[in-house]
């Protein structure tokens, strides 16, 4: 038993759009690692690391996704740091893995950040930059393709996670 596809990426890639769209394509049920940890916690991911810190966050998120991963032909949506978790990297190894790679300006219009001014860009440009040098080798690891998202929408991006997925089945 496997998930017919899990994807990883950045916040602001599309997992969650894309997801949406590939499980109605393919009448399959759509997995999102975050839903599944605030239904178990009985909070929302920001009151989690309130209240456990990350640590405890990522102990929910990798056990989350290990589930996840015995679903049968579902599309699974990983939260974007769970692919830090070196147990559940070699857990993705046998799966089929699409990395959607977003720039950062890109991921900025969609999460909303752009409008902020510039003297407070920086810090969220510089985090946001350190989050992707440490994960993007990390998707890249557990990817079995990478499709960019960057001005497509999520219907195009879909579509070709849809071709490289049917194409390898």
Not at 111 to 131: D, E, Y
């Amino acid at each position: 038993m496997a998930p017919r596809v899990v994807l990883v990426g950045a916040p602001g890639s599309g997992k969650s759009a894309v997801a949406g769209l590939l499980a109605d394509r393919w009448r399959a049920d759509m997995i999102e690692t975050d839903t599944l940890v605030e239904a178990a916690a009985g909070m929302s991911v920001s009151d989690i690391f309130v209240a456990e810190g990350e640590s405890g966050f990522r102990q929910r998120e990798t056990a989350a996704a290990r589930a996840a991963l015995t679903t049968d032909d579902a599309v699974v949506v990983l939260g974007s740091g769970a692919v830090e978790d070196a147990v559940l990297r070699a857990a993705l190894t046998d799966q089929t893995v699409v990395f959607l790679a977003v720039g950062a300006n890109e991921a900025g219009k969609r999460l909303g950040i752009t409008g902020i001014r510039p003297a407070g860009l920086g810090p969220v440009r510089t985090r946001w930059n350190a989050m992707m040098n440490q994960r993007t080798p990390l998707y890249a690891e557990v990817a079995t393709a990478t499709v960019s998202t960057d001005n497509r929408t999520p219907a195009d991006v879909a579509d070709a996670v849809a071709a490289l997925v049917e194409e390898t089945s």
